[in-house]
């Protein structure tokens, strides 16, 4: 069973779980924390992270060409999805590409990084609210777990998770839980590129995670994840 290193406090499981795996770390070590004093989220933003929640990174090794690796994003938020139905029996919807929801809100963020030929696949749940809430700018974005939840416990299911969907690659049948667990497709979404935002229709996730869009002009797009986000209409 590969290393699950537990920590009351760090400043980015992501970076702590990078350096080991610069220095080797074997497939599956895990960095664990109660809270996080330098949380990041995708797109060089921060990612609250307060006590009582739960940050987990793991390091990855996946046996798939560096083409496969955006799957890795999907791939984990499957992974959660099904640690948290089995462990808690709360259902998430994800939110393409890495947000995993809960009546609407965010339970749970994703981040992948790639380093020195591994993934380090970061993940942020909120177990509960902080004492004093989450600041007012997330408070109405963000939701908790609706039961008392053991870090631990789910995180180790999160690891098995991942390792046993990690072990199929490039198998992609996880491809389609991501699909019926969306949240966007079907849906009105807007996309916030770099080059401008812009509305269109989800209508498919490819086999290599990408979301196509239908534009209003009657043509498809294909996003890939990088410096694109999505927001639901209901969330504007
Ligand atoms: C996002 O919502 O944009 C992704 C958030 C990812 C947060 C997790 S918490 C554990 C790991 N450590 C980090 O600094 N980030 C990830």
């Known amino acids: 069973m590969p290393r699950l290193i537990q920590l009351e406090e760090a400043s980015s499981t992501n970076d702590i779980a990078k350096e080991l795996a610069r220095s080797g770390a074997e497939h599956g070590t895990a960095v664990l924390a109660a809270r996080q004093t330098s949380g990041r989220g995708r797109m060089g933003r921060s990612f609250c992270s307060p006590e009582g929640g739960l940050y987990l990174s793991v390091v990855l090794r996946p046996q798939i060409t560096p083409d496969l690796l955006p799957l890795c994003t999907p791939l984990a938020a499957v992974a959660v999805c099904r640690a948290l139905s089995s462990e808690t029996g709360v259902e998430c919807r994800i939110k393409w590409v890495n947000d995993l929801l809960l009546n609407g809100g965010k339970l749970c963020g994703i981040l992948c990084e790639g380093v020195s030929g591994a993934v380090v696949c970061g993940i942020g749940v909120n177990l509960r609210a902080p004492k004093g809430g989450f600041p007012s700018d997330i408070r109405d974005l963000v939701a908790v777990m609706p039961k008392e939840t053991d870090r631990t416990m789910l995180a180790q299911a999160i690891i098995r998770e991942l390792l046993s969907l990690c072990g199929r690659l490039p198998d ?65």
């Open 172 to 236: 992609t049948a996880f491809l389609e839980e991501y699909r019926a667990r969306s949240a966007v497709l079907g849906q009105t979404v807007t996309v916030r590129d770099p080059a401008g935002d812009y509305e269109a229709h989800a209508s498919a996730i490819d086999e290599h995670g990408g979301l196509t869009v239908a534009l209003p002009d009657g043509t498809f797009k294909t996003l890939r994840a990088g410096e694109i986000s999505v927001r639901l209409k209901t969330q504007e």
